[in-house]
């Protein structure tokens, strides 16, 4: 009986233990951090945010003049993977980009085991689980990035003008959706540039230089016409169209500063 | 003897060891939050205790949110607004409800109880967390018309909140996660379990039915029961119940969803506190239930997504019922009035 008792009262600490995480003394293993920095162009121009709703600053190939007020996304999910195929998948994970907000375009993640890393995955989005868990916090506390009428985080939101655009010129790209059928989560791998791996070291910290092209939004599978193509505010099948487009070929490593 | 002295040793131990790792406040002993013993004649809740352990200061402050119309963005509407207590927090005598500068909404403003139950809320489903429902009338122009940075601005220059909200989730300033996180405890406590029904099925004290309840329980169960389900009265499921036959007005959960099978269909509700929640339908149509019974009988119109359960065999449309089968459906469903919870002082506003 006595040894039961003592049993069951060190089983129930362990318990409470084991529920604080990484508070071992075991050897820590080596680790270090890398960045990713976000470079906004607009084809081969840099994006430049504009609020006039008279002078335009781009032009698609289907030669509709726009500009750009709000370019806003999440990348999440974060995975860097090593040359034998095993991968480290950043936890809580979870980075909003935001065109107006210089800081938030350098993701930097820290931890990282050190290692040799030949690619990377991210979802431009938020993950299913964290649509349907309820209030969440940081990045994902909800605000203009999440639709209250029909939970769930608005992924990608580009707004501008166009002349092209129908009635007040507006273009309001809201692109979101988690769940079949009109799921838009897309995963990005973007290719290293030829050679190039990401040494992860305690002093090392590789800096990746991604181009993110937005006249990608409008050109791929799908080509966009300001003037015909139903601009998506929720969850649906043109969403997915311009997900699609930007999982094409958006988000392009420019360079990798080995640092 | 040393067995009886290492067991609370060893749990109060354990007890330090994991506030350690959780700052969220202490479980309160059960009977200082309504609703934190879950029915046994319930199914298993959707939004456990667990997921956000009721406490006494939590849920008490989710209550002074709940009544506080300073989350409406001329300080006039409050979610007690249109919700109350004495209706089981539908709002009495309203089709449909008004928000701040007297405009008024779409739907029905549906009663506030079971919600720990509820797997997709609004009459469409479309928020589908109870943590975070209160953003939908919150930031609704038709509603409360204010924005969440707004409602944390009016809050953080509060010393009151902010003291309690310290005690609470022990940081500052308060953000919209403490925020949700309280409404939330105070919504989960409305549990409406203590009506003469439950009292009935639970074998308490004061459960008995009489003869005209006991057949219309009866009739419920063989007519009503495969989508007013469970002890909860609902499925939780979107049907067509047939009351038009085309839905520009409103298309339902096709809204949300984006379907055309999905037209017209909206939440089964719950049958608890019926006869006080009145009018009845998303659009608040019905002011009676008998006028709901006599649809279900000789009201219900074809459409191309009407819930087959309302298709005879023969073509008629509807659940045929009896006069007598009315009035006994009639008597039962006053039994799922629940004066307990009407009446319970710790869900009034405090005054």
């Known amino acids: 009986m006595k040894i039961q008792s003592v049993f069951l009262a060190l089983a129930v600490l362990a318990l409470g233990l084991s529920s604080c995480e990484n508070k071992k003394a075991d050897p820590v293993p080596e680790t270090g951090s890398l960045s990713i920095e976000m470079e906004h162009v607009v084809g081969s121009s840099a994006l430049k945010l504009n609020s006039s709703t008279t002078a335009f600053d781009y032009r698609t190939p289907s030669d509709e003049w726009f500009n750009v007020t709000t370019f806003r996304y999440y990348v999440s999910n974060i995975k860097l993977r090593r040359a034998d195929g095993t991968e480290y998948a950043q936890p809580n994970s979870y980075y909003l980009v935001d065109a107006a907000m210089p800081a938030t375009k350098v993701l930097e993640l820290k931890d990282v085991p050190a290692g040799d890393y030949t690619g990377l995955s991210f979802l431009v989005g938020v993950d299913a689980p964290r649509n349907t868990t309820g209030a969440q916090e940081g990045v994902l506390a909800p605000g203009d990035m999440f639709w209250s009428w029909k939970s769930g985080y608005i992924f990608l939101k580009m707004e501008g003008y166009s002349p092209a655009a129908p009635g007040s010129k507006v273009l309001q790209f809201h692109i979101g959706g988690f769940e079949d059928p009109n799921n838009a989560l897309r995963t990005i791998s973007p290719a290293l540039p030829s050679g190039v791996k990401l040494l992860v070291r305690p002093d090392h910290a590789p800096e990746i230089h991604m181009k ?16 015909s193509f139903a601009i998506p505010h929720m969850p649906g099948a043109n969403a997915m169209k311009i997900a699609d487009n930007y999982a094409a070929g958006m988000f392009e490593i420019d360079h990798v500063h080995a640092n | 003897m040393r067995r009886t002295l290492l067991l609370p040793l060893a749990f109060g131990l354990a007890a330090v060891w994991m506030t350690g790792c959780a700052p969220d406040a202490d479980m309160a002993p059960e009977q200082a939050v309504p609703g934190a013993v879950l029915p046994v004649n319930f199914p298993a809740p959707v939004y456990g205790p667990e997921q956000n352990p009721p406490t006494k200061e939590a849920f008490e402050l989710g209550r002074s949110l709940f009544y506080d119309p ?84 009016k809050l953080n220059a509060d010393l009151s909140y902010q003291q309690r909200f310290q ?55 063989q007519q009503c029961a495969s989508c007013h389900a469970t002890d909860l009265f609902t499925d939780e499921s979107f049907r067509n119940n047939g009351l038009d036959r085309s839905f520009a007005a409103d298309s339902g959960r096709a809204h949300i969803t984006g379907l055309a099978a999905d037209q017209g269909k909206f939440k089964v509700p719950s049958l608890r ?18 006028q709901v019974l006599d649809h279900y009988d000789h009201g219900v119109v074809e459409s191309a997504t009407l819930d087959p359960i309302l298709r005879q065999p023969g073509g008629r449309l509807g659940l045929p019922l009896t006069p007598q089968e009315k009035n006994d459906l009639l008597a039962f469903l006053n039994t799922l009035t629940d004066a307990a919870f009407l009446t319970d002082k710790r869900l009034a506003e405090q005054r």
Request: hydrophobic fraction near 40%.
């Open chain 2, 273 to 290: 506190n019926v006869a006080l929640t009145a009018p009845y339908m998303h659009d608040g149509r019905f002011q009676t239930l008998r």
């Open chain 2, 167 to 221: 005690v609470v989730f022990s940081k500052q300033p308060i953000d919209s996660y403490q925020l949700l996180k309280a409404l939330a405890q105070f919504m989960a406590a409305l549990t409406s379990a203590n009506s003469r029904y439950d009292h009935f099925v639970r074998g308490e004290a004061g459960g008995t039915l009489t003869e005209p309840e006991l057949r219309g329980r009866a009739v419920l169960v």
């Open chain 1, 212 to 227: 993110a092209d937005l006249m990608k939004l409008f050109v791929g599978p799908t080509t966009v016409k300001f003037g």
């Open chain 2, 70 to 153: 300073r989350l409406s963005r001329d300080g006039t509407i409050s979610c007690g607004s249109c919700h109350q207590q004495f209706v089981a927090f539908a709002h009495a005598g309203h089709t449909v409800s008004h928000g701040i500068e007297g405009r008024l909404g779409t739907r029905n403003a549906p009663p506030l109880q079971n919600l720990r139950w509820r797997r997709g809320f609004m009459w469409d489903g479309g928020p589908n967390h109870l943590e975070v429902i209160p953003l939908a009338p919150l930031t609704n122009p038709l509603e409360m018309d204010e924005t969440l940075d707004n409602v944390l601005r």
